[in-house]
């Protein structure tokens, strides 16, 4: 694409060097190998739930490593099912080569970034808000009046990476109202529920009254008063602002879930918890306010702490199927019933904090021979079943005479006190 655009002229109308535009072609054509990348996941996952004959999936995965898939009709259905068109909400950016770029301390101490401009061989300085210079490959933004400059930076160096891992094994259930629950009944990240609760309210009130605007602004425009029109657009239907609150409630909602993250790891070498990457379908039909809140769950926030943190630190991180494991009673081993923050356990009498007992379930899960992480749930359900079952029958016949008070309190334990 580049050589073609040289060649026919295409990158006169572009109005910047040479450089500028190749980096910034260069890091879109990433952008969708990385797009394309994910989507061929889904689709290898789906060539082995699909058949289990070697041959054939040896088949389809070196068709679909060599980019051959559209010659395969499943292949080629898959892909147009996961590759979905990309879309860029960056608009105003350009990449800068390390080479291109310098930066400069004034008498005053302040640090200035000198990129090559429009003309040759004229540079173009923004102060920078920062003492530390920017290094390597850049990106700059023209973000609300601001440039803003992104660059890499060596994790290894920041101070939390300097902090050393725990020595426990620890399983971590991810919640709503905490980012995490550990398996030691700890809770971290108190405060993700409150802040995705009142993020979600506060978004309904705003669409409702922006949509009131939109349509006063829509009946002036039918009236023909075009002046009422504009001024509603320009004046109360902006994006400035809600762009500026939505990303210091992003900022804010990645601080309550790192610093979980790093609470677990302060006490864990080895962290074991479920695969967040993965999609889950719910059966129950929920309400609105309901769908709206789970809908900003940041599940994937918290799976990228995850790798993150325990990557910098120096701890594992273990994941395993999930499959069940909010619905079975971790002593026992028999599914249950789960209500709210509560799992009761029909077979103990026990009612368990639902998030403990599944992140103790997780922790179990990791050295369970027979479910593996890609095991599908009906399998890991009959896999639980088959051991119920197998339990049951090695228990003693039950006696039909009837039981004394002792008894029965020896057999069906106080619920409240398992409980606590």
């Given amino acids: 694409m580049r050589d073609r655009w040289l060649a026919d002229g295409t990158h006169m109308q572009f109005g910047v060097l040479a450089n500028a535009w190749k980096e910034t072609v260069r890091d879109a054509m990433a952008d969708i190998g990385a797009n394309l990348a ?41 892909m147009r099912k996961h590759w979905k068109r990309g879309r860029n909400r960056t608009h105003d950016q350009i990449v800068v080569r390390a080479d291109q770029h310098h930066t400069v301390v004034d008498g005053r101490g302040r640090l200035w970034l000198a990129v090559p401009g429009l003309e ?22 023209l973000r609300g009046g601001r440039v803003e400059v992104h660059y890499q930076i060596d994790a290894s160096q920041l101070r939390s990476s300097q902090r050393p891992c725990g020595e426990a094994t620890v399983g971590v259930d991810k919640g709503y109202t905490e980012a995490l629950t550990d398996s030691d009944g700890v809770h971290h990240g108190c405060g993700l529920g409150e802040l995705l609760a009142g993020e979600s309210d506060r978004l309904k009130e705003r669409n409702r009254r922006r949509a009131k605007l939109r349509s006063i602004a829509s009946s002036a425009a039918l009236r023909g008063d075009h002046a009422k029109a504009h001024r509603i657009k320009v004046n109360n239907l902006g994006t400035v602002k809600r762009d500026r609150q939505a990303a210091r409630h992003r900022a804010r909602v990645r601080t309550e879930i790192f610093t979980a993250v790093h609470r677990v790891v302060d006490k864990a070498a080895t962290v074991v918890a479920e695969d967040l990457t993965k ?4 059966r129950k039909t929920l309400g609105k306010n309901l769908n709206r809140r789970l809908a900003a769950w940041t599940k994937g926030v918290t799976a990228e702490a995850l790798t993150n943190v325990s990557e910098r630190r120096g701890s594992a991180l273990v994941h395993v199927n999930a499959a069940y494991t909010s619905q079975t009673c971790h002593r026992c081993g028999r599914l249950g019933r789960r209500s709210g923050d509560r799992f009761h356990c029909t077979w103990c009498g026990v009612v368990w904090q639902a998030d403990v007992n599944a992140a103790i379930n997780i922790l179990q899960r990791a050295g369970d021979p027979d479910i593996a992480l890609h095991t599908p749930h009906h399998t890991v359900r009959q896999i639980l079943q088959d051991r119920t079952d197998r339990h049951r029958a090695r228990l003693p016949v039950q006696d039909s005479s009837p039981a004394t008070p002792a008894e029965r309190r020896a057999n069906h334990p106080n619920r409240s006190a398992m409980s606590n």
């Fill in 120 to 141: 040759r061989r004229r540079m173009v300085r923004s102060p920078l808000s920062t003492t530390v210079a920017p290094t390597g490959t850049l990106r700059l933004i």
């Fill in 279 to 282: 999609s889950f379908a719910g």
């Fill in 38 to 78: 994910a989507a061929k996941v889904e689709v290898r996952r789906g060539i082995i739930r699909r058949t289990n004959d070697p041959a054939e999936r040896k088949r389809m995965f070196t068709a679909l490593k060599a980019d051959r898939w559209a010659e395969d009709p499943f292949l080629a259905r898959q």
